[in-house]
């Protein structure tokens, strides 16, 4: 499954954050594939996309990074293109002339 992980930063400062990720790592238990990520311009969020098929393992993830003065809202996802496949069926006809 995919999983919109919603990072929000104490203060807007990532700078704690960043400097644990740059001295060890990601800290991901195997199983718990990240995949990207994107950080709004005033640092107040960042919004990673990640893998996994058991939740437990976002949560042993999120318990690795406590004290950093980040907090975690996760957020089951399912990609357009699968999206687009379970509702295809409900879409009839195209209309004429498209």
Do not use: H, K
Request: contains cysteine.
């Amino acid at each position: 499954m995919l999983f919109m992980v919603i990072e929000r930063f104490r203060d807007d400062d990532m700078v704690p954050v960043y400097r644990r990720l740059r001295d060890g790592g990601r800290s991901l238990p195997e199983g718990l594939e990240y995949l990207d990520s994107w950080v709004e311009p005033n640092f107040s969020r960042c919004f990673q996309l990640m893998r996994c098929d058991d939740l437990r393992l976002i949560q042993a993830w999120i318990l690795q990074w406590r004290g950093c003065g980040v907090t975690f809202e996760i957020i089951p996802v399912v990609a357009s293109s699968e999206t687009r496949a379970v509702v295809e069926p409900y879409l009839g006809e195209p209309e004429p002339g498209t």
